[in-house]
C-alpha cells in the first residue's frame, strides 16, 4: 500500500545522504500521498540505508495508518508546511553549509539569482526545540513566500511539488549557502538589488529559463 511513495521517500532519503547532506539519522523526508495522508520518514532511521517498507504513512494528526514505525519527531513540522502550503514533499535535513549559517546569521541575502527559484533572501526562523509546536510555527512563518529556510541552531527545510523538486531545492540552498560563507570570507557580499532581481524573473520568464526545448524552438528567445 501506498509502495510508490514510500519507495520514492527511501529512495530520496538514500540520495541526500550519499550526496552528503544528511548524516546518520539527522533529517527527515516526507510526500503527500493523497486522501490527507503523507509518507514519512521514520523516527531513530539511518537515511542512508533507509528502505521503502521503513518509511511510515500518517494521516493529517500524525497517527500512523499504515506502516510498522514511528514517524520522525519532526513530523508537526511536515505536516504545518503541507496545512499552510501547496506542498508535494518537504525535506529537512542538517547539511553543514546550511547549518553553519543557521547558526551564524539571520538571514542569507540574495547575492545569487538562481536563489530566486528558492524566492530570494533566505529566512532563518527562530531556534526552538525540536520536535515542538513552536518550531513547526516557526519555520512555516520563515516558508511564506519561499521554497527554503534555515532553522536557527538547527538546520534547513525546503518543499517542493514533489521529492525531486523538494531535493533539487536542498542541493541549490546548500550551495547557496557554501556561495555566501565564500564571498563572506573574501569581503562584504555584493547583494542582488530589487531592480536586479525583477529583471532576472522578467528574463527567466521570457526566454523560459530551466525548461529543455529544441533546437528550433525559439518562441520567447531574445
Same mark, same amino acid.
Given at each position: ?31 503527500? =500521498? ?21 518509511? =511510515? ?86 516558508? $511564506? ?28 540552498? $546548500? ?30 520568464? $521570457? ?11 525559439? $518562441?520567447?528567445?531574445?
Amino acid at each position: 500500500m501506498f509502495d510508490a511513495e514510500r519507495t520514492a521517500v527511501a529512495t530520496a532519503s538514500r540520495r541526500l545522504a550519499a550526496e552528503g547532506l544528511v548524516a546518520g539519522t539527522a533529517g527527515n523526508l516526507s510526500a503527500r =500521498c493523497g486522501d490527507g495522508l503523507f509518507a514519512v520518514t521514520p523516527t531513530g532511521a539511518s537515511l542512508a540505508t533507509l528502505e521503502a517498507e521503513q518509511v =511510515c504513512v500518517v494521516d493529517a494528526t500524525a497517527r500512523v495508518v499504515h506502516g510498522e514505525l514511528q514517524p520522525t519527531s519532526e513530523v508537526d513540522l511536515h505536516l504545518g508546511i503541507y496545512q499552510r502550503y501547496d506542498a508535494g514533499a518537504v525535506v529537512h535535513t542538517h547539511a553543514p553549509m546550511s547549518t553553519t549559517l543557521a547558526c551564524s546569521v539571520d538571514e542569507v541575502p540574495c547575492i545569487h539569482y538562481q536563489m530566486l527559484s528558492l524566492g530570494g533572501a533566505i529566512r532563518v526562523a527562530p531556534y526552538h526545540t525540536f520536535g515542538t509546536p513552536e518550531l513547526a510555527q516557526a519555520v512555516a512563518d520563515a516558508l $511564506e513566500g519561499r521554497r527554503a529556510a534555515l532553522m536557527g541552531n538547527h538546520g534547513a527545510v525546503t518543499y517542493g511539488n514533489d521529492l525531486d523538486a523538494a531535493v533539487e531545492a536542498t542541493q541549490l540552498l $546548500e550551495w547557496a549557502c557554501g556561495v555566501y560563507w565564500r564571498a563572506h570570507l573574501m569581503g562584504t557580499p555584493r547583494i542582488l538589488t530589487e531592480e536586479q532581481q525583477l529583471a532576472v524573473i522578467t528574463a527567466a520568464i $521570457e526566454r523560459r529559463y530551466g525548461a529543455v526545448r529544441a533546437v528550433d524552438d525559439t $518562441e520567447g528567445e531574445r
